[in-house]
Nanobody, 123 residues
Framework: QVQLVESGGGLVQAGGSLRLSCAASRRTPSNHVMAWFRQAPGKEREFVAAVTWSGTYTNYAESVKGRFAISGDNAKNTVYLGMNSLKPEDTAVYYC????????????????WGQGTQVTVSS
């Protein structure tokens, strides 16, 4: 089973930037898709973005398009989420997840998950 470890969360003011990292314990098959989800208190887990390890395909939630960028580094088995122009409504625990080929927004179709990292955006 692949282990995922997120890092890079923290407290930032509105308009600021953060970069989250998700390190996988081993290389996953090239057809696997890596994604970021987030969950705010009292809300359902929400899809943020997904990327193929080849980097040829990305998928973003409408709420983050133009502000967030997902990318992967095969050599480091690491996926990143760059977040710019952060808003208070981006405050949530951010989770990294992987699936064998699925790149959509249904969280239950992702097979392995990290423990999450907290992002707090102050107004």
């Amino acid at each position: 089973q692949v282990q995922l470890v997120e890092s890079g969360g923290g407290l930032v003011q509105a308009g600021g930037s953060l970069r989250l990292s998700c390190a996988a314990s081993r290389r996953t098959p090239s057809n696997h898709v890596m994604a970021w989800f987030r969950q705010a208190p009292g809300k359902e887990r929400e899809f943020v973005a997904a990327v193929t390890w080849s980097g040829t395909y990305t998928n973003y939630a409408e709420s983050v398009k133009g502000r967030f960028a997902i990318s992967g580094d095969n050599a480091k088995n690491t996926v990143y989420l760059g977040m710019n122009s952060l808003k208070p409504e981006d405050t949530a625990v951010y989770y990294c997840a992987g699936s064998p080929g699925y790149s959509g927004s249904d969280y239950y179709r992702y097979n392995y998950w990290g423990q999450g990292t907290q992002v707090t955006v102050s107004s």
